[in-house]
């Protein structure tokens, strides 16, 4: 019951925050009512399970409020519906969260008639041809039509617009409903922030040093006595010393190499892009029989708009890519010095202590190569704390490799087949994954998170200049990866391994 009161606890921060973030700017409907519809389904199934405790839950009470609360949300937005400018969603995930482009608390400045005149010799005629401006509270829409490449525009505009400007304006370039790009003027809160602080300097950095090593060094606390937990043999009651620590060090380490790691990616390549962000920030949580990893996992926070797809393609593809290849090792290591257990009812991805590597394509291969002959079709594995590290691993590449909205998939998508159609690949996500979750029952939870992020990312200033073609290739790659970490081994496959 602890469990499920925690989880409540946190989908519902996590919730709020996502929430507030997605609606401030474009509704007037109270924030507390849009967060209440979006956890009904979470009241609802929580409620259920406290009751009923492992009761099968009635198809339409499980179904009906992820049919209806998406719908009821949609509405009481357009009840409530601001002026709309440009997509202003926020582009939060498990592991970074990024600043609006658009501020609601800063309002656009009237520009005069000289002005107006200077902007409109922004557009050169062979680049962008210019047909009308249309005022809104928070943004000057440009609309014409595209002469030009993408990238040639885009980079010609901004250059004119901040030669007549200075830095007033972020120029953001989206497709428009008619299929037609458009150019929004949105006023620049770094200006802003500047004026503000009598130090420019620190105004330009959003890091907090002491913070992060405060939360690696607890975090590394956590997952160490975690990991001396897992060392403990069931039914004996731990002392808590140097030796018993020392024990779940190496599972401590594993975890924080793996978290780090992809946080780390995401960190270098969003500064190799000239990006505003935040160190990596760990949150620990001690350890407990219903959540016995010892850390919620990290994050880090974008303070600068994605300056086109290609750099929000990178930044989100990175932390993937490189967490799970610091996860192999760890994951071939402690496999390696596991152990082979009965197969039974209560064997699963979350049981560490009867792991059943067959829920997984991935992962049963990797098993039955470090484990070789001693993994059977019909055998489980008692994981050693740094195999539990390595699934970890794997389970977190795969959630945030999910391609919906804020999450590291939803980037990918996002930047590979633009904002809109990222955002239906999301929404066909989300009822796949509560799909499968009728098969694994493990991906029950991923499935409520999912409804619970929203679904549409934010633009990238230019957002609509393509993917080049190997970038493409390693995204697809990159969603196969996901497909063979959330699938079952087929039958003809285990037939051969075993």
């Known amino acids: ?117 200077a902007l409109h010799t922004c557009f050169p005629w062979s680049i962008f041809y210019l047909q009308n401006v249309e005022y809104r509270p928070q943004a000057l829409i440009c609309r014409g039509q595209l002469r030009s490449s993408p990238e040639v525009a885009y980079r ?98 594993a975890l924080m190499s793996i978290l780090g790691v992809h946080e780390l990616a995401h960190y270098l390549t969003a500064r190799r892009y000239g990006m505003r962000v935040t160190y990596p920030y760990f949150i620990p949580v001690p350890p407990a029989d219903f959540f016995p990893i010892g850390t919620f996992g990290a994050f880090i926070s974008l303070r600068s708009p994605m300056p086109n797809r290609r750099a929000l393609f990178d930044v989100g593809i990175a932390g993937p890519l490189a967490g799970f290849m610091m996860t192999l090792p760890f994951l071939f290591w402690g496999l390696a010095h596991s152990e082979p257990t009965p197969l039974t009812d209560a064997s699963g991805l979350l049981n560490f202590s009867s792991f059943n590597p067959h829920a997984s394509l991935l992962l049963v291969l990797c098993s039955k190569l470090a484990m070789g002959s001693r993994l059977m079709a019909d055998s489980a594995i008692d ?26 998939g939803g980037h990918i998508i996002h930047a590979m087949f633009g904002q809109r159609v990222g955002a239906l690949i999301g929404q066909i996500a989300r009822f796949l994954a509560l799909a499968l979750s009728f098969v694994q029952q493990e991906f029950l939870l991923w499935a409520i998170l999912l409804f619970l992020i929203p679904a549409v990312d934010e633009p990238a200033l230019n957002d609509v200049s393509e993917l080049d073609n190997w970038r493409d290739g390693l995204g697809l790659l990159t969603l196969t990866l996901l497909v063979a970490i959330i699938l079952p081994i087929p039958p003809v496959l285990a037939r051969f391994l075993f």
Not at 95 to 116: F, W, Y
Not at 234 to 246: F, K, V, W
Request: include cysteine.
């Open 156 to 253: 010609t505009i901004q250059e004119n617009i901040e030669a007549q400007f200075g830095d007033r304006f972020l120029i953001v370039f989206q497709e428009g409903l008619n299929g037609k790009p458009f150019f929004a003027l949105v006023p620049n809160p770094q200006t802003r922030t500047s004026q503000r602080s009598d130090n420019r300097a620190e105004a330009k950095s959003p890091n907090r040093p002491m913070l992060a090593i405060g939360l690696l060094l607890a975090t590394l606390f956590t997952t160490t006595l975690a990991g001396a937990m897992m060392t403990v043999t069931p039914g004996q009651t731990p002392m808590l010393n140097m030796a018993l620590l020392q024990a779940g060090l190496p599972y401590g380490i």
């Open 383 to 408: 994981l050693h704390p740094v195999a539990v590290a390595g699934c970890v691993g794997v389970i977190v590449t795969a959630l945030n490799l999910m391609p919906v909205g804020q999450l590291d």
């Open 1 to 117: 019951m602890m469990f499920w009161l925690l989880l409540l606890g946190v989908f519902g921060i996590f919730t709020y925050y996502l929430v507030q973030r997605s609606v401030v700017g474009i509704t007037r409907t109270p924030v507390w009512i849009l967060w209440l519809v979006m956890m009904i389904p979470a009241f609802v199934m929580t409620g259920w399970i406290l009751v009923n405790g492992e009761a099968p839950i009635p198809f339409a009470l499980l179904f009906g409020p992820f049919l209806v609360c998406p719908l009821l949300y949609w509405l009481l937005i357009q009840w409530g519906r601001r002026t709309k400018v440009v997509a202003v969603e926020p582009a939060v995930s498990s592991v970074a969260s990024q600043e609006p482009v658009t501020d609601p608390k800063l309002p656009l400045r009237p520009i005069n008639r000289q002005e107006e005149a």
